[in-house]
């Protein structure tokens, strides 16, 4: 099939790719000339495993081209993925004027029957939109489906390519038969594609992410509640998870969520009820419980160093309790297997450290770039873990990357100036830290 993808964000990128590595003839249009002559000159602007590998070899096979040419994107393919941003507008809902843009642009430059696909998250009624917008440039038929995307940060080939389910919104029965031709190598159970009305597609991408984002909210509470309590959250969350009707995904306390999907999405969703008279209270909390969650490390640094000011008796410091302190930081991104800030608990984290008075020392395995643009010259990188912590105050673990799963924890030793963890996500084993000296601290245990 002919296929064009409109945007090469992350969304576009790999849909793109794995629709050339599936056999498709695909071209990618972003109007941003950098990163086309970036992906052109045989690099990748973002950071997912797998994929530079992906996009080399189907450039190399001529199935995977990049343009500029919104113009030969839409004339040299029958399908259009429209994968473009949809940042939240002041009130959170979701600014769709990139959307309605790549529209009329589609309409404008139609010469034949299209199928125009919405891949970006958009609210529920979104399709009849864009389908006004090229209706308003064209003669030409063409039909609208909604065909969201379920793409996790680190694991997106993967999920591209073995698809828990593939949605499509349709109206109309070509266009549904050309979106199940498209996705069938990809899903040879049927039973793995959903076929539906384009407003139920539309709102199921953000039922989805929004009840994962309540799974994680909600394991966040019960581990502030298992501290103030004396309860221990792993042995709470173990007793959950084996129910069947729970399960083990997303129940993992830690930080809070972050990225380009959980935030957005949910504030959007608040935002469409509330037009549709619709009060989403626990949607409401589950946004609530998140940002309050992103405080919660570093009160806990805060407050311990706080409280060794007052045993010693001084108060001078009150307004910077961590004035004279270095806390050395690991892990910037939002989750592991990705460079992606946005949102990431780490920037609310690292940003309360720094109005504390803390000096910060960073480091992540592929995020420090990103993170740079955040922070400037505020936080001191080190492109190697351990340098990090060398004459740091305390080591404060936001994103759980493997390689600090098992870390050499005599060294670690060594180079604090005293054996002090802070663990955000819950991953070192309390007890034996403790056997070694450590002073440690992580989120709803005992």
């Not at 069938?184 to 407003?199: E, F, H, N, Q, S």
């Not at 009060?279 to 640094?301: C, F, G, P, R, Y």
């Not at 946005?342 to 020392?361: D, Y």
């Not at 740079?372 to 936001?398: M, P, Q, T």
């Amino acid at each position: 099939m002919k296929i064009s993808v409109i945007g090469t964000g992350y969304v576009g990128l790999v849909t793109g790719t794995c629709l050339a590595e599936s056999g498709n003839d695909v071209i990618c249009m972003d109007i941003d000339e950098k990163k086309i002559a970036v992906l052109n000159s045989a690099m990748v602007p973002i950071y997912e495993p797998g994929l530079e590998e992906l996009i080399k070899r189907n450039v190399a096979h001529g199935r995977l081209t990049f343009t500029t040419d919104m113009s030969r994107a839409v004339k040299g393919s029958d399908i259009i993925f429209i994968a473009v941003g949809t940042p939240p507008g002041e009130d959170g809902s979701a600014d769709l004027n990139y959307v309605l843009g790549a529209a009329l642009q589609i309409g404008k430059y139609m010469n034949g029957y299209k199928v125009i696909i919405n891949k970006s998250t958009v609210p529920v009624g979104t399709a009849y939109k864009v389908k006004a917008a090229v209706s308003s440039k064209t003669r030409f038929k063409f039909d609208v489906v909604s065909n969201p995307e379920f793409l996790k940060e680190g694991a997106a080939i993967e999920d591209f390519m073995k698809p828990d389910r593939v949605v499509i919104g349709a109206e109309s029965a070509r266009a549904s038969e050309i979106m199940q031709e498209l996705y069938a190598p990809l899903v040879r159970k049927g039973d793995r594609t959903l076929v539906m009305d384009i407003r139920s597609a539309e709102m199921t991408k953000y039922a989805s992410n929004a009840m994962l984002a309540t799974k994680i909210s909600f394991i966040n509470e019960m581990a502030n509640i298992c501290s103030s309590m004396g309860a221990d959250i792993d042995n709470v969350r173990k007793g959950m998870g084996y129910d069947r009707r729970i399960g083990f995904e997303f129940l993992f306390p830690g930080v809070g969520y972050g990225g380009s999907c959980f935030p957005k999405d949910v504030k959007a969703l608040v935002q469409t009820a509330q037009e549709y008279g619709v009060d989403a209270k626990v949607l409401k909390s589950v946004e609530a419980v998140n940002e309050q969650q992103k405080t919660v490390l570093s009160n806990m640094i805060i407050a311990h160093f706080a409280e060794k000011e007052a045993k010693k008796g001084t108060t001078a410091k009150k307004t910077k309790p961590l004035a004279g302190k270095t806390i050395a930081v690991w892990g910037l991104s939002f989750k592991p297997r990705t460079d992606d800030m946005r949102e990431a608990p780490s920037v609310v984290i690292i940003n309360r450290l720094l109005r504390a008075g803390a000096t910060v020392k960073a480091h992540d395995p592929v995020a420090m770039t990103e993170a740079r643009k955040i922070f400037k010259n505020r936080v001191h990188f080190s492109e190697n873990d351990y340098e990090v912590l060398r004459g740091a105050d305390a080591l404060a673990v936001v994103t759980e990357w493997s390689e600090f799963r098992t870390p050499d924890f005599q060294k670690i030793k060594k180079l604090l100036k005293k054996p002090l963890i802070f663990d955000g996500r819950n991953i070192y084993n309390q007890a034996e830290l403790r056997k070694m000296g450590f002073t440690y601290y992580s989120i709803g245990r005992t």
